[in-house]
């Protein structure tokens, strides 16, 4: 099952087969199999993330950066929480597009959930968080990092370190804006699934147009305050 589950965001990324698939390959796609489980591609920026899972059940991620060189997509994988032997390593494949469906050969179709249609869509990493003294501290950059994507309805973070290849959690799901305020409606979460189906709401400001300033209660109920910026 392993192997079916890492071809499988391999052949979603790949959608990316002439520069206007490239451009329809920025935001969210889902597989639902006939067993249950459900298969998301997520895609901001140069970097994308793939999650499994079945109910509550978290089964697989793996995500890394790619980039389009004519008719192939090439991907070096970053983190991989079912086989750490693939994180570091380099693929190149081919896909076809029609539409809001994507097609790879031998290996079935996913429908297009959104586009990376509004200004919060990016690769964001966190660079700042506020401690028990009430300051902001700004986090010095290093292998180990927290990375979230954001489409137009769709969100996915992971803490990983793609030099040791450890993978250490993850988290997505859907989210709304409205007003200055971010929700999130959790639906796959790799350390508690008893927090599937939870929705969180938090204060936000994305300033300079880089810098997403993130505030509330995280899912646990501590009370945060973090930065999160732009990787493009």
Request: with cysteine.
């Amino acid at each position: 099952m392993k192997k079916h589950l890492h071809l499988s965001w391999i052949f979603v990324l790949s959608l990316a087969f002439v520069s206007h698939a490239f451009c329809q390959l920025k935001g969210a796609w889902k597989q639902t199999s006939s067993d249950g489980k459900t298969t998301t591609l997520i895609c901001s920026g140069d970097y994308l993330m793939v999650s499994q899972y079945k109910k509550k059940e978290f089964l697989y991620t793996e995500g890394g950066v790619y980039n389009l060189n004519g008719g192939t997509v090439t991907y070096k994988s970053e983190f991989n929480s079912s086989d750490t032997s693939k994180v570091g390593k380099t693929m190149s494949y081919k896909i076809t597009i029609s539409g809001n469906k994507l097609s790879v050969e031998g290996l079935g179709d996913w429908q297009q959930v959104d586009g990376s249609n509004t200004l919060a869509a990016a690769n964001y990493r966190i660079t700042g968080r506020m401690g028990n003294e009430g300051t902001v501290t700004t986090m010095q950059r290093g292998a180990r990092k927290t990375i979230k994507l954001l489409t137009g309805t769709r969100f996915q973070w992971a803490a990983i370190n793609p030099e040791t290849k450890q993978f250490s959690g993850t988290g997505g799901g859907t989210y709304t804006i409205k007003d200055g305020k971010y929700t999130e409606t959790i639906e796959f979460f790799s350390r508690d699934n008893n927090r599937v189906g939870a929705s969180l709401t938090f204060d936000y400001e994305l300033k300079d147009g880089k810098d997403w300033h993130h505030s509330g209660l995280s899912s646990a109920g501590a009370k945060i305050y973090e930065v999160w910026s732009k990787e493009q």
